[in-house]
């Protein structure tokens, strides 16, 4: 841990809400009275294409919910999906102080959808935070491939044992692990902020 010179990062479930999950999902189908296992169905079909850049947002609509005839607008869904995003208390703010005070890099490690991952960025200024961000819409595949971790420390040019990630997904955790990265499960802001902590004692 003495050796750590790059903090890797989850978004969704560590500083964001999941903007997109099965609970949102459930709020989607009472308010616009969707019949919710041909939706779901869709949904598991579609959304990984969407989330690896293969569909567009528009294209994942038209896939999912106005495949048949609807009573409601694209614009007032995609509206209502990009409402369900929200900051996590306390982690961002001092994580953009953490980084000040380091000098230590950030890159994301996220699966999102393009339009998602783009509104995200924007709306909560995560550049205040993130040098990079590795984004499964970018790149092409999605966690847990262990190939998006290989690729964000090629990108990073650094070696994995230098390198902490935290992840609120235990099965990305176990495969960055697996890569020789120093990951662990975000549980708490508390717990991962003992362990960012950590870094700087001597």
């Known amino acids: 841990m003495n050796n750590i010179k790059l903090l890797f990062l989850d978004i969704g479930g560590v500083l964001l809400s999941d903007g997109w999950n099965h609970a949102s999902r459930l709020e989607a189908i009472q308010k616009f009275d969707l019949d ?61 102080n953490w980084k000040k005070e380091t000098g230590i890099k950030i890159f994301s490690i996220n699966n999102e959808g393009k339009e998602f991952n783009d509104y995200r960025i924007k709306t909560f200024e995560l550049h205040r935070v993130f040098d990079a961000f590795v984004s499964s819409c970018e790149i092409g595949f999605s966690k847990p491939d262990p190939s998006i971790f290989k690729l964000a420390l090629g990108i990073a040019q650094e070696e994995p044992q230098n390198c902490l990630y935290f992840d609120d997904r235990a099965i990305h955790v176990s495969i960055a692990k697996h890569i020789g990265l120093n990951a662990h499960i975000h549980e708490s802001f508390e717990k991962s902020k003992s362990i960012l902590e950590s870094l700087n004692k001597p």
């Open 36 to 96: 919710p296992i041909p939706f779901q169905k869709d949904h598991a079909t579609a959304f990984p294409l969407f989330e690896n850049g293969k569909l567009t947002l528009d294209e994942y609509l038209e896939c999912v919910v106005f495949n048949v005839k609807r009573d409601f607008s694209k614009a007032e869904f995609s509206e209502f999906m990009f409402s369900r995003t929200s900051q996590l208390p306390d982690f961002l703010p001092w994580l953009i």
